[in-house]
């Protein structure tokens, strides 16, 4: 939780809950209940929160000492219900309940009172202060929505990015950073988001490290090249350039495969009246049309070689050529890129200029593919699910599943599973693509029998049962022993009919 992984916490507290029948007076119980009432609390979930605080009271606190933790987070939850609690509660020390006092004026829009922002401030210079200040600012950026997506919660946000930086805790510091950047002026109404304007969702260290490297050069009229499987994400990175670039201009999307090879020049670099039969006026072609902004040109591995010499001039020189006239124009545009082909083996095999990838690839990241990147994963699935929920063999199945698509697959996926279980918000492993649901298998085949694929099962049956029997029957290590994730092992496990 403290590095902004809710659903890791979510996954955590079952296993938790699972193993809790061995050993049901195990000390470490009423730490457990209490960090899993913060994160429901967090996720706005006060009545729940309530339930399991109150039953965290009746068991004996351990040697972590979480009771004033406890009290104090119900005292918020039954604040948040409209049922008392809050700076009133005679069990907090005077710190907390200023602390409170500033949830009051939270919940209500307000900016909290002096006195908190001071403590805050004070808490960052004791012994673990400042992974506490990341804990309380990530709960009220859950609780709190409306006021932390306004202005006035930039001094809040920094204070969380400061804390977050200090703790060494990267994804925490990323959540408040991206935050910070989000903050809208209510100067006039927001228009609505496009899908493709959903945040970029960094979670995983992978992911992490590139928008780190993106925002290194985003003020600069460096070039980007983002490579990456088709689904990955690329676009959404490439919004993101742009936004911390703060370039006045537009960001021009184009999918340089989808043009049509007559008209491709034109649609980039404009013509003039009467170049072709067609051209009844004068037209400006997108890399004009982003001028002042950033082309974000994908797919750009499949740009033909003649083109690809214009747009080196666009890159070095600054201007381009409209169809049809003899002039240059001047343009100030920043060029971002993205491909899943392999372009230097393209540049070996002649078909890209080696000349354009230098300078298409002043800075070069890439995506890795969503089956490694387990906690961006998770954090895509809550933010598509909305207000919906997975049933534990849909979870399972989601979270073991290895996306071939990526994320535009697990988008899809996830929209027809919430059509097909409504009015219901919890989602079925029926109500999945039958892709994803595992299909049982009943038995093996005799060595050497079967289809390819059968035979392919037959082996992983092998290895998966070896790295069983050598861990003693424990998922965890065997899955670590295997490479795997422990969701992706129970999942293959349940693919292949063998008993959890």
Request: glycine fraction near 10%.
């Amino acid at each position: 939780m403290l590095d902004a992984d809710d659903e890791g916490a979510a996954d955590a507290f079952r296993e938790a809950e699972r193993r809790r029948a061995a050993a049901p007076s195990h000390p470490a119980w009423r730490e457990i209940l209490t960090r899993e009432g913060a994160r429901l609390l967090r996720t706005r979930r006060p009545e729940e929160a309530r339930a399991l605080l109150e039953s965290a009271e009746r068991l004996p606190d351990n040697r972590e000492q979480t009771e004033p933790l406890r009290a104090r987070l119900l005292a918020s939850a039954l604040s948040d219900l409209g049922l008392g609690g809050g700076a009133g509660s005679g069990s907090l020390d005077p710190a907390d309940a200023a602390l409170l006092r500033a949830e009051e004026a939270l919940r209500s829009g307000v900016a909290p009172p002096p006195a908190a922002l001071a403590r805050l401030e004070s808490l960052l210079g004791e012994a673990r202060g400042a992974a506490s200040v990341v804990d309380r600012l990530l709960e009220w950026q859950g609780r709190f929505p409306a006021f932390f997506s306004s202005p006035q919660a930039a001094r809040l946000l920094e204070t969380g990015r400061r804390a977050a930086a200090r703790a060494g805790l990267p994804a925490a510091a990323l959540r408040f950073e991206t935050a910070l950047g989000g903050l809208t002026v209510p100067a006039a109404p927001a228009a609505p988001r496009r899908a493709a304007e959903t945040p970029f969702v960094a979670e995983d260290a992978e992911t992490r490290r590139a928008v780190e490297e993106v925002r290194k050069v985003a003020r600069t009229k460096l070039s980007v090249l983002i490579l990456g499987e088709t689904g990955t994400g690329k676009e959404l990175l490439a919004r993101e350039v742009h936004r911390l670039s703060e370039r006045p201009g537009p960001f021009v999307p184009v999918n340089v495969a989808a043009l049509t090879g007559s008209l491709i020049e034109s649609e980039l670099f404009g013509h003039a009246r009467g170049a072709f039969t067609g051209a009844d006026r004068d037209r400006k072609g997108l890399v004009e049309e982003a001028s002042g902004g950033t082309l974000f040109l994908d797919e750009i591995g499949d740009l033909a070689l003649p083109l690809q010499a214009k747009l080196l001039r666009v890159l070095q020189e600054g201007e381009i050529r409209r169809v049809g006239e003899t002039r240059t124009r001047p343009v100030d545009v920043r060029i971002v890129s993205a491909t899943h082909r392999d372009l230097k083996g393209m540049v070996d095999g002649g078909s890209f200029r080696r000349d354009l990838l230098y300078r298409l690839a002043g800075l070069e990241v890439e995506l890795p593919p969503l089956r490694k990147r387990a906690r961006d994963l998770r954090r895509l699935v809550a933010a598509a699910l909305g207000g919906a929920t997975l049933s534990d063999e849909a979870r399972t199945a989601v979270l073991g599943y290895p996306w071939p698509g990526n994320i535009r697959e697990l988008l899809t996926a996830l929209e027809a599973g919430r059509a097909l279980a409504a009015p219901s918000t919890v989602v079925e492993l029926e109500h999945l693509p039958p892709a994803i649901r595992p299909v049982p298998h009943s038995g093996t085949a005799p060595p050497g029998a079967g289809t390819y694929r059968e035979r392919v099962a037959d082996a992983k049956r092998r290895v998966i049962a070896e790295a069983l029997e050598a861990n003693g029957g424990n998922r965890t290590r065997a899955a670590r022993m295997l490479g795997l994730s422990r969701q992706s092992l129970l999942y293959e496990m349940k693919v292949l009919g063998l008993k959890p």
